[in-house]
């Protein structure tokens, strides 16, 4: 079955969506939703962006990731419209769905979605915020660092938030990021054990950043007890 072509089954699954809350649609199996996502991404209809962002809360992760590469798909070729509709479903109820149109948003580098980004850094669901400080890097929203940098370092968030806040302060690059990475690195000297893989990238934004204020701090971690954390801290000193 080509991609490019859409058979009229999947045009009666596309019918269908339209009044579906998922891409659920016709009784069809995963790899059929899967082939229908993939015809919308190079669909030319208005209506082929809400169809897209239905999918991203698809039960069947495959389908899901093509909703994703569709939407950039679709987002590279319409533009503006679809980053409006995007940004919208960073307010969906679905988990899902808002997770999903944070990284399509990234991807697309959309300036527009900034600050709808930086709200959805205190959203409910880690893959969520996840998502959202991995789009504020790839678009280089460096207003957003010291948001980045609170979710970072806020031990009451869960560890995959925290990783994608430290992750997108390293790609960011900014001076400003040093103390509070530093201050996560010191959070796991006072025997935070449990979350190694936030302080693993920590030490490695702080590696991206490069800046020289940040090895005496540094050579003292060396003495900390994790020994993954040790590794990367002295890969970091290189």
Same mark, same amino acid.
């Given at each position: 079955?080509?991609?490019?072509?859409?058979?009229?089954?999947?045009?009666?699954?596309?019918?269908?969506?339209?009044?579906?809350?998922?891409?659920?649609?016709?009784?069809?199996?995963?790899?059929?939703?899967?082939?229908?996502?993939?015809?919308?991404?190079?669909?030319?209809?208005?209506?082929?962006?809400?169809?897209?962002?239905?999918?991203?809360?698809?039960?069947?992760?495959?389908?899901?990731?093509?909703?994703?590469?569709?939407?950039?798909?679709?987002?590279?070729?319409?533009?503006?419209?679809?980053?409006?509709?995007?940004?919208?479903?960073?307010?969906?109820?679905?988990?899902e769905v808002r997770a999903g149109a944070a990284?399509?948003?990234?991807?697309?580098?959309?300036?527009?979605?900034?600050?709808?980004?930086?709200?959805?850094?205190?959203?409910?669901?880690?893959?969520?915020?996840?998502? #959202? &400080?991995? *789009? %504020? /890097?790839? $678009?280089?929203?460096?207003? =957003?660092?010291? @948001? !980045?940098?609170?979710?970072?370092?806020?031990?009451?968030?869960?560890?995959?938030?925290?990783?994608?806040?430290?992750?997108?302060?390293?790609?960011?690059?900014?001076?400003?990021?040093?103390?509070?990475?530093?201050?996560?690195?010191?959070?796991?000297?006072?025997?935070?054990?449990?979350?190694?893989?936030?302080?693993?990238? #920590? &030490?490695? *934004? %702080? /590696?991206? $950043?490069?800046?020289?204020? =940040?090895?005496? @701090? !540094?050579?003292?971690?060396?003495?900390?007890?994790?020994?993954?954390?040790?590794?990367?801290?002295?890969?970091?000193?290189?």
């Open positions: 079955i080509s991609f490019l072509s859409v058979t009229f089954a999947t045009a009666v699954c596309i019918t269908a969506a339209a009044s579906a809350p998922t891409t659920e649609w016709a009784g069809t199996d995963a790899r059929e939703r899967a082939l229908t996502v993939r015809a919308l991404g190079v669909a030319e209809d208005g209506a082929a962006p809400s169809l897209l962002i239905a999918a991203l809360a698809d039960p069947n992760v495959f389908v899901r990731n093509a909703a994703i590469q569709a939407l950039h798909q679709q987002g590279a070729r319409e533009g503006e419209a679809v980053v409006s509709a995007l940004i919208e479903a960073l307010a969906d109820p679905r988990s990284e399509v948003l990234g991807m697309l580098q959309a300036h527009a979605a900034i600050e709808a980004l930086i709200r959805l850094l205190e959203d409910s669901w880690p893959a969520a915020q996840h998502h #959202a &400080a991995c *789009a %504020l /890097a790839r $678009i280089d929203a460096t207003d =957003a660092a010291e @948001a !980045l940098a609170r979710l970072a370092g806020n031990t009451a968030e869960a560890p995959f938030a925290r990783m994608g806040a430290a992750w997108a302060l390293g790609e960011l690059g900014m001076p400003d990021a040093v103390e509070p990475l530093l201050e996560i690195i010191r959070e796991a000297r006072r025997g935070e054990w449990n979350y190694t893989s936030v302080y693993v990238y #920590a &030490a490695e *934004a %702080l /590696a991206k $950043i490069g800046d020289a204020s =940040a090895v005496p @701090a !540094l050579v003292e971690a060396l003495a900390i007890e994790d020994r993954h954390l040790r590794a990367q801290i002295a890969r970091t000193l290189e």
